[in-house]
């Protein structure tokens, strides 16, 4: 979550403008209502979806298991897949997250 609010508030580039006595810009975005893609929903997706849902965002989710109707209300995912679904989700997404195991299934999953 720390590396999507840097990202989403610009931290590398405020970090240099306060260098240079610049306050304020750039700008942050605001995540509230933006989509958080999970790719992968075990452990680590479903803390990572928690904190994003404290800041308003809007999480969806593709898994190799089924992600049961109970579980998607429980966890607060407004849409969810299988790996076939994984294209329609990136072009879903405001930010994307990969949730995966490395090993030859997965590696260059996201290219």
Known sequence: MMFTL?????YRAAEVNVRRGLAYE????????????LVGFGASAIEFARLARAFG??????????????EAAERGLEWRGTPDDLDDLVRMADVLSVHLHV?????????
């Open 6 to 10: 840097m990202l989403a508030h610009g």
């Open 26 to 37: 750039p700008t942050a975005q605001d995540l509230k209502g933006k989509l958080l893609a």
């Open 57 to 70: 965002m809007r999480v969806a989710a593709v898994d190799i298991r089924a992600i049961s109707d109970a």
């Open 103 to 111: 090993n030859e299934g997965t590696r260059g999953i996201i290219n």
